[in-house]
């Protein structure tokens, strides 16, 4: 079951349906933060606090981590197990989080957990592949994911039946992290590895993942890199809103102590 609603939902997907290489984007805040957040994979903000998955590869955990305004950290949560200890993109849906923990390769399992910020992750059913990213359509909606890169869209209820699959069949990026729209769409940020004359580079994009069918309507380059590690925008974390007559797109793309940044564009089909 799907969940449409909310005009702030409609402006975000029409802005991110008129994405083109050439929209403009402009660094408007940055909440550098002031910890070890190691390997973050997926970011959502409810209320004031940022709510961050991330793995630490050398000791093989996943964790969730709570952030306030100030970039401290304010809780630090085990998420999955020794086996599939990789959470991914995540959601919220706006009384839980949605969280898939994985092993950390491709074509493997993941498990599959709601939790309440504040609370512990909830054990709700489990998936014979890996799944990179997952969010709720809505309060009363199914849940939505992918595969490692992104190469198989899913669909299930919430209690894990399997609804719909889909091959991508795009390799423009792999997408990371996702946010529901409230559209019937997901808006997703990625990432692909690309092989350059001096070496390796990244090409970062921003698309539009249709629930109902499992289709990406919409995928356009992100331009934004990170000086110092050369990383693009949308490596990894991902979550949008609307304020001040913009887009607001928040992004976490390095390691360890890095920085939440926030990229504005203008709207487009704003409601009167």
């Known amino acids: 079951m799907l969940h449409h609603d909310t005009r702030t939902g409609f402006t975000i997907a029409d802005t991110v349906a008129s994405f083109t290489r050439s929209t403009p984007w402009e660094l408007v805040d940055e909440l ?3 910890f070890d957040a190691y390997h973050p994979q997926g970011m959502a903000r409810v209320g004031s606090t940022w709510w ?7 000791k093989r955990r996943g964790l969730v981590l709570a952030i306030d305004g ?7 949560i085990p998420v ?19 969280i ?9 399992s993941a498990t599959i957990y709601r939790m309440t910020p504040g609370g512990q992750p909830e054990h709700v059913f489990e998936v014979d592949d890996h ?3 997952i969010a709720r359509c809505g309060r009363s909606g199914d849940l939505v994911g992918w595969s490692w890169g992104s190469r198989r869209f899913y669909r299930w209820s919430v209690d894990g039946e399997l609804l719909a699959a889909a091959v991508n069949p795009a390799f423009f990026v792999d997408h990371q992290d996702c946010q529901w729209l409230k559209t019937g769409h997901l808006l997703c940020g990625g990432v ?3 092989s350059l004359v001096d ?6 994009g921003i698309g539009l993942l249709r629930a109902e069918d499992l289709v990406m309507t919409r995928e356009v380059p992100f331009p934004k890199y990170q000086v110092g590690t050369g990383r693009v925008g949308t490596h990894n974390p991902i979550w949008s809103e609307v304020r001040d007559g913009r887009l607001i797109v928040h992004l976490l793309p390095n390691d360890g102590h890095g920085a939440i940044l926030s990229y504005a564009t203008p709207l487009v089909g704003r409601p009167s």
Do not use: C
């Open 32 to 34: 550098p933060l002031k």
């Open 52 to 58: 961050v998955s991330t793995v630490d590869i050398d």
């Open 70 to 76: 100030d970039g401290q950290l304010v809780e630090q």
């Open 80 to 98: 999955g197990d020794g086996l599939r200890y990789h959470p991914g993109g995540m959601d919220f849906d706006g009384d839980a989080l949605w």
């Open 100 to 108: 898939a923990s994985a092993e950390y390769r491709p074509n493997s």
């Open 131 to 133: 799944v990179g990213a």
């Open 192 to 194: 692909a590895e690309v």
């Open 199 to 204: 070496g390796p580079g990244w090409l970062g």
